[in-house]
């Protein structure tokens, strides 16, 4: 079975500071990643996935992910933090295209001016 | 390209009515759909696998007679609540796998809806 664990539901850095959210996956196939953003009453945003090609995926809004197979980290990263990125952000798992993502916990993420 | 409509995007109700959500894809065809559910503060879970023209398959703990889904069309499916209670009151989210081309790169992913948010008096 698949799972997603992201560590730290709640995450706060300055206006301009890195952004770092960590999210370990465990599957016994090689799996497809995601990342989605959720703000407030809203539906999902895809921000970033990895379909097996390359590692260092660059998604929507600066944030980028690397693929870590060693690790089965796929840790999301954004070098300067803007107050519009305060939302939630899940981690997410799948086998294949058409197959249902399993969700990591979640991370709220807040930007401090 | 790529979209996923949902209907209603909110709805109160009281209890003991049934309510249908609809998720449509609008420019892709799919066959398979998914609804997941989302508590507030929480994450989404995984309640059915809708294939068009077949039964749905629930997970685990989903009551398939509480939560009706029919996907009648390759473009269409819908979740029916039925005798909703507060408990219910929660926010419905559904995918649609599509594959295809846009912009002229290949495809093949789920596409979420916008989500429907429940509110059962």
């Known amino acids: 079975a698949q799972s997603v664990t992201q560590l730290g539901s709640h995450v706060s850095v300055s206006e301009g500071a890195l952004v770092l959210l960590r999210c370990n996956y465990s599957?016994?196939?090689?799996?497809?990643l995601f990342w989605y953003v959720q703000y407030p009453n809203q539906g999902l945003q895809l921000l970033l996935k990895?379909?097996?090609?390359?590692?260092l995926v660059k998604g929507i809004n600066g944030f980028e992910a690397e693929f870590k197979k060693s690790e089965t980290s796929f840790h999301l990263t954004k070098p300067s933090a803007h107050m519009s990125d305060a939302a939630e952000y899940f981690c997410a798992v799948s086998n294949s295209g058409n197959t249902p993502l399993v969700f990591g916990k979640g991370t709220r993420l807040s930007v401090i001016a | 390209g790529a979209v996923v409509s949902q209907h209603p995007s909110r709805v109160i109700c009281k209890s003991g009515t049934s309510v249908k959500i609809e998720c449509r894809s609008l420019d892709f065809q799919a066959t398979t759909m998914f609804w997941y559910r989302q508590f507030p503060k929480k994450s989404l879970m995984l309640m059915a696998t809708s294939n068009e023209g077949s039964k749905a398959t629930y997970e685990q703990g989903v009551e398939k007679d509480k939560f009706l889904i029919n996907h009648a069309s390759l473009t269409l499916s819908t979740l029916t609540v039925t005798s909703a209670h507060p408990e219910d009151s929660s926010f419905y989210i559904c995918?649609?796998?599509?594959?295809?081309?846009?912009?002229?790169?290949?495809?093949?992913?789920?596409?979420f809806g916008p989500g429907t948010r429940l509110t059962v008096l």
């Open positions: 995918s649609a796998w599509g594959t295809g081309t846009s912009g002229g790169a290949p495809y093949n992913e789920q596409f």
């Open positions: 990895y379909t097996s090609a390359a590692t």
């Open positions: 599957s016994s196939v090689p799996p497809y």
